[in-house]
């Protein structure tokens, strides 16, 4: 283990798990993404723009599905719930399902 290891706080769900293919620059870009992507998420939300603010959080939570199969839980933290196989297409399901809504509702003011 490197100096940045923190005992016990490991995701139990993958400890049998190999490390992951990508480098750790690249999963660390993948998280950058994700937060950014919340960020801009927040500011549609806070200037009204629920329409946009839905579809880009059901897109980051894709996103975040993408990112839990690549990328080993302790980049994502606290992102890595439970297993991979309960995490990726539970993230996958909801943020699909968020796009779905955001997309299908009437806007208000065409």
């Not at 139990?12 to 950058?32: E, N, T």
């Not at 549609?44 to 946009?52: D, G, I």
């Not at 993408?66 to 995490?87: E, P």
Request: aromatic letters at 10%; charged letters at 15%; glycine letters at 8%.
């Amino acid at each position: 283990m490197g100096s940045s290891y923190i005992p016990g706080i490991d995701n139990p769900h993958d400890v049998s798990l190999s490390p992951s293919a990508v480098p750790r620059v690249i999963q660390r870009v993948f998280m950058a993404l994700l937060i950014g992507a919340f960020l801009v998420v927040i500011g549609f939300a806070l200037t009204e723009h629920w329409r946009r603010a839905t579809f880009l959080l059901g897109c980051a939570l894709m996103w975040l599905s993408v990112i839990r199969v690549t990328c080993d839980s302790r980049i994502l933290g606290v992102l890595a719930v439970r297993s991979r196989k309960f995490d990726a297409p539970f993230t996958l399901l909801v943020g699909g399902s968020m796009v779905f809504l955001a997309m299908s509702v009437d806007p208000l003011g065409s």
